[in-house]
C-alpha cells in the first residue's frame, strides 16, 4: 500500500500582502501529477487545507478540483481539519464524498473509526485524528462523568491526545498509519507558523509508538521526530523567509509487510521561488547580477548601502515585481535593536507575554495555578465557534 503524504496547504492565504492562489493551484496540479507517477493508492492531507476557518470561494474552488482529480483517477483521500481549520466546516459532506474514496475526519466526540483497507499483506487502518484541543475533550469527558463515567480530566495537549488514542484502541499486530495534526516535542518552527501557548501545545512523540506511520501536520519544515516514520511532510510552498533555504518535497510511504514501512520525499517545484538577495543598490540593480535568475520570484532583498534609497521598494520592482520586503544591513540597522525588540515580541506566546504584564502589574510572577487558569481561558476562548 503506497501513500502520499501532504500537509498545511493553507489555501487561500497571502504573503506580505501578495496572494499565493496561482501559486497553491500550480503546485496542487503537480502534487496530482507526482500521485500518478508515483502510483500512490491514497494521499493524505494532514490538517490546515485552509488558511483560515472561514476560507474565500476561490481557496474552496482550488480544493474542490483538487479532490475531484485525485477521486477521478481512483486515488483515495484521507483528510483532517487542522488548527486553521473550521472542523464543522470541514466535516461536511464527509459521508457522500467517502462514496468516491474521500474520508474526512469528523468533528472530535469521543470516538474516531479507523478506515480500513486490505492489500496483499493484510488489513491496513487508517486513524483521521483532527487537531485536538484539550478543552474539546474535557467536554467529551464532561458530558460521560454527567452519566456516571467518571474520567480524569484532561489538563495538557499531552493528556488530550493520549486520552484520544488510548480510546482508539489500536491493534498492534496489524499496520496502523495516523493522520494527525499537533506540534510534537523536538519539531523545529519557522516565523509563518502560528505560536500558541509556549511549550503547552507540545506532545511527546512516544504517544504515537502504536502506529506504523505517522502523517503529522501543524510545522512547515519538512522533518521527522525520533524515526523515519514519525514525520512532518511540511508546506508544499514557502510561506516565510525563514523558510528560503528549504526543499519542499512532498513524503512518499509504502507499507509492506508489519514492521516494513518505506519513507522517501520527492521534490517540489513552485511556480515562483521564495528568496532573499543581498548587496547595494547597484550590485542588485545590474544586469549581471539578476540575467540569468527569475526574477519573478517572490524576493526579500537586504540593501547594504549606508544611506536609504529614495522610493527604493519601487525602483527595484522594475526588475523585482514580485518584491515581498526591503531591509538595510548597514552600520546604523546593526545599532539599532528597536526592530529586534519587535520582532522578540512578535514571536512570544500569549502566555509568556501576560507572564511579563502580570509581573509589571504586582512586581511578582505568576503562580503555577494562575498560569493554568490562564491557559484554560485562552482555550476556552479558541474553542468557540466562529
Known amino acids: 500500500m503506497k501513500f502520499l503524504h501532504i500537509s498545511d496547504l493553507h489555501l487561500g492565504k497571502r504573503v506580505n500582502e501578495f496572494s499565493m492562489t496561482e501559486d497553491q493551484r500550480y503546485i496542487l496540479s503537480q502534487i496530482h501529477s507526482i500521485a500518478e507517477c508515483e502510483a500512490v493508492d491514497a494521499v493524505i492531507i494532514s490538517g490546515d487545507i485552509y488558511d483560515k476557518p472561514v476560507p474565500s470561494a476561490e481557496a474552496v474552488q482550488i480544493f474542490d478540483q483538487f479532490l475531484t482529480a485525485l477521486a477521478d483517477c481512483k ?40 478506515v480500513t483497507l486490505t ?21 467529551i469527558v464532561e458530558k460521560e462523568a454527567e452519566q ?15 486520552f484520544v488514542i488510548n480510546r482508539m484502541q489500536v491493534d498492534r499486530e496489524k499496520r496502523n498509519i495516523l493522520a494527525v495534526h499537533q506540534f510534537v516535542t523536538g519539531a523545529r518552527r519557522c516565523e509563518s507558523e502560528e505560536i500558541v501557548v509556549g511549550g503547552l501545545d507540545n506532545v511527546d ?12 501536520g501543524h510545522i512547515h519544515s519538512p522533518q521527522f521526530i525520533g ?27 509504502e507499507c509492506r509487510e508489519k514492521g516494513q514501512t518505506q519513507v522517501y520525499t520527492v521534490p517540489l517545484h513552485p511556480l515562483r521561488d521564495l ?8 550590485e542588485l540593480t545590474a544586469r549581471s547580477f539578476y540575467q540569468d535568475m527569475n526574477t519573478e520570484d517572490y524576493i526579500k532583498v537586504i540593501l547594504t548601502d549606508e544611506e536609504d534609497i529614495p522610493d527604493g521598494i519601487q525602483k527595484l520592482r522594475i526588475i523585482y515585481p514580485n518584491l515581498m520586503q526591503l531591509s538595510y544591513d548597514n552600520s546604523r540597522t546593526r545599532q539599532d535593536r528597536t526592530i529586534a525588540a519587535v520582532e522578540a515580541v512578535e514571536r512570544k506566546s500569549e502566555l509568556e507575554l501576560f507572564e511579563e504584564f502580570y509581573q509589571l502589574q504586582n512586581n511578582q510572577p505568576m503562580s503555577t495555578e494562575q498560569k493554568t487558569y490562564f491557559t484554560h481561558l485562552l482555550e476556552g476562548i479558541r474553542s468557540l465557534p466562529l
Open 75 to 114: 486515488k483515495r483521500v484521507f483528510l483532517i481539519s487542522g488548527n486553521h481549520d473550521s472542523a464543522e466546516r470541514i466535516a461536511f459532506g464527509a459521508q457522500l464524498m467517502s462514496g468516491r474514496g474521500v474520508y474526512v475526519s469528523p468533528v472530535y466526540d469521543g470516538l474516531i473509526k479507523p
Open 119 to 139: 492489500d496483499e499483506y493484510g488489513e491496513l487502518s487508517v486513524y483521521l485524528l483532527p487537531f485536538i484541543r484539550p478543552a474539546a475533550v474535557r467536554r
Open 148 to 162: 456516571g463515567q467518571e474520567q480524569h480530566l484532561p489538563e495538557s495537549y499531552q493528556e488530550a491526545v493520549e
Open 205 to 216: 512523540m512516544e504517544v504515537f509508538d502504536a502506529f506504523d506511520y505517522v502523517a503529522l
Open 227 to 253: 524515526r523515519e516514520t514519525v514525520r512532518y511532510s511540511g508546506t508544499p510552498l514557502k510561506y516565510s523567509f525563514s523558510e528560503a533555504e528549504q526543499e519542499k518535497s512532498v513524503t512518499i510511504v
Open 275 to 282: 528568496r532573499v538577495i543581498k548587496g547595494t543598490y547597484l
